[in-house]
């Protein structure tokens, strides 16, 4: 490694070993089938992050880690972008680079304090605006940059700064301009170091994604191996780590335990068994879907538990929502382990932790603490009491990527893009108490939704029925009065998961699902839209 450190979970990745040094999380990627790749420096931008989605979506490994990171692991990057952040490096507290960063001869991009942090480490001078800038502005391009390849003079970019680069450090010249801020943008062309003091990782700076792949190209990185070469070098891989091992996956139904269980079975076949806890809390038809495809398509050894009925006496008189998580996800992991047991001599558990799993849960590089909003429901402690070893094959990637590969792994466009379903199931979309008839309902709602949403060809992220069983109201239906329960619909957009815009749906869809749930769903007299974003909602309810 050339580092030294304490060692973090180095199972974790078969291409990331993240280790702990002086009291920070650092990421070593072991380039095995990804060969080029981009550090981002995080300075706490809220979208630093996006930053990693834009270059990832150019088909670019990109990876988040923190200022710290250390330099000889720099080196190995083809290139370096530092984020934006809060800081004012006037302050003492401001966070700073290693200033060696800037004569490694690898391309670099500063993107607003990231600009001004690379000024002023290189001798030039931060100072704050008259006025802060904030939103929308004009910018206009002072001279030519290959930064700036195929854009027009002027160019619409959004800033959020208050202070600026004030004087230049040597050799740097200004390359583009606003009204308050004259430094909108340097460059040291020669060494390939560039500063911008706008975001070009948001949509709002309309040429923002050219402006990052003109990065890219500068920095000549290779692109990502996706598709069939991901699938060939992670099997051999995976190959690799198991050998003659037995391993045990937990089938959710959903894409990424399917994705990251068929690249197993790829590697290892027999020695793997899947198993499936039918928690009774499932939607339509989810349970025979699953059985078809796994065993009779896909050949892999499958095991059905039907819990139904456990689950149900144990969700008895249960309504916090909290409770319900912990209730559900206590039980299913003492299913699974009578299953792992049954099995017998099971080495390895297979998860289908994506990239974003592992930021949100608050273990990626460089996170601090994040609260616990709700208990999330996965067998990710198991392995430790159970002697075995986790393999996560999808941790670098993203929902996207992974719907690709399982497309490229040829299972069916039902699981490939699949909506996402929570763990815990339909207990957490009832608020009150779970039982047999309120999920029925629940069902039947869930089902009409997905009908209309598929009929009218709308795509949003996810969209799901949620039924408030503690509220009832008066409705009067074929001349009769009716004292029935809402049913809640939720829709909406998102890029990772972490944060969401509500989806306007067409009013022509809403009332066609409104009025086919109130007509064909004995017990609902009334449906609802849920116009709540995350922040301040979560997702589910519960
Ligand atoms: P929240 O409600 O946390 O949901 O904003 C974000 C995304 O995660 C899904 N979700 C879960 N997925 N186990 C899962 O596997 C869980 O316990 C769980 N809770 C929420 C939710 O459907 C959304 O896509």
Redesign the pocket.
Known sequence: MGVRGEFYTPEINRNIIVFRAGGAYFAKHVPIYMQDIIYVLDFGSQYAHLIVRRIREMGVLAELVTPQFPLQMLAEARGIILSGGPQNLSESSALRVNASIFSLGIPVLGICYGQQLMAYELGGKIQSSKRREYGHVEVTLARKSRIFAGLGKKQDVWMSHGDAVSKLPKNFTIIASSDNCPAAAVAYEQRKLFGLQFHPEVMHTKNGQKILANFIKITGVKKTPKGRDFIEKSVEEIRQRIGNDRAICAL?G?VDSAVAAVLVHKAIGKNLTCVYVDTGLMRAGETESIKKIFRSYLKINLIIVRAEKDFLARLKGVVDPEKK?KTI?ELFIRIFEKEAKKIGKVKWLVQGTLYTDAV?SGKSVGSKNAAV??????VGGLPKRMGMKLIEPLRDLYKYEVRKIAVALGLPKSIAYRV?????GLA?RIIGEVTRDKLELIRQADKILSEEMEKSGVKVS?Y?AVLPSTIRSVGVQGDARTYGFPIIIRAFNTPD?LT?QWANLPHKLLAKISSRITNEVEGVNRVVYDITS?PP????WE
């Not at 909003?373 to 996965?378: D, E, M, V, Y």
């Not at 996402?420 to 815990?424: A, L, T």
């Not at 909602?537 to 589910?540: A, K, P």
């Open positions: 959710s959903g998580r996800g949100s909003i709700k208990s999330h429901h996965n996402p379903f929570p763990g815990p957490i996810q799901f998961f969401v995350k909602g979560t997702v589910e």
